[in-house]
């Protein structure tokens, strides 16, 4: 499973791109405005810190708006992915710029049958939000897994980025499920880092080191 990071936040990217274990990036409207920065710079900036799909949202809800906004987008670098969201003119404008070549990611998605709607209109991604779905008092992670076996079945090409992620587990239990990506915040990369027992264990060595030959 690919890991992507969830966020506008260049510094942020910076960080976790150094530990060679990002293969993208995502943001969205929210993720951009809380930055407060141009949409255009932050994503030319994120584009020069990962070589790997950078999926941009749009802002129009009708076919055609997302679809000249989408070619907007997938013009600003050869690695953007266009974000769209999980609606009948969002489809269409998958199935126009799928036709383009240009990848495409379809998000907000909340059901097996919107993926498969998705990856029939030809969606390079489809972004389940699994958070979301388990604040509504669903399975998340098990969405993860129905929309893989369907996409496996069917030998549909579109990938899976497990979206909406909330903490540590929800990134073991995206890989276990199937998902083919995961894309996580900042502040759950911070957590999945740690674990009480790997400090416990690094001040025992150096304790133990230290006792008996010194600083
Ligand atoms: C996915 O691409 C979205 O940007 C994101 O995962 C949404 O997560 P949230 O539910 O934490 O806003």
Redesign the pocket.
């Known amino acids: 499973m690919k890991l992507y990071i ?1 966020t506008a936040n260049v510094a942020h990217i910076k960080e976790i791109a150094a530990l060679g274990i990002l293969s993208g990036v ?3 409207p ?2 951009i405005a809380k930055e407060g920065r141009d949409f255009k710079t932050v994503i030319a900036e994120i584009t020069e810190l990962v070589d790997g799909p950078i ?1 941009g949202e749009v802002i129009a809800l009708d076919a055609e708006g997302m679809v000249r906004e989408g070619r907007d987008i997938a013009a600003i670098h050869p690695n953007l992915v266009v ?1 769209i969201p999980m609606t009948p003119a969002g489809l269409q404008a998958v199935h126009v710029l799928s036709q383009e070549n240009i990848k495409t ?1 379809v ?1 907000l998605v909340f059901s097996a049958s919107q993926a498969l709607f998705a990856a029939k209109a030809g969606a390079t991604y489809v ?1 389940p ?1 699994i ?2 779905l388990d604040d509504a008092g669903q399975d998340g992670v098990q969405l993860v897994a129905d929309i893989r076996m369907i996409l496996d079945q069917y030998d549909l090409p579109t990938e899976i ?1 497990s ?4 903490h540590p587990q929800h990134i073991a239990q995206s890989a276990l499920a199937g998902a083919h990506i995961a ?1 996580i ?1 900042y502040a759950v990369f911070q957590k999945a880092f740690k674990h009480p027992l790997t400090d416990q264990g690094i001040e025992a060595f150096l304790t133990d080191w230290k006792n008996v030959f010194g600083a």
């Open positions: 969830d995502t943001t969205n929210t993720l999926s974000k990611n998000t972004s939000f958070g979301r980025i979206a909406s992620i909330r894309t915040p």
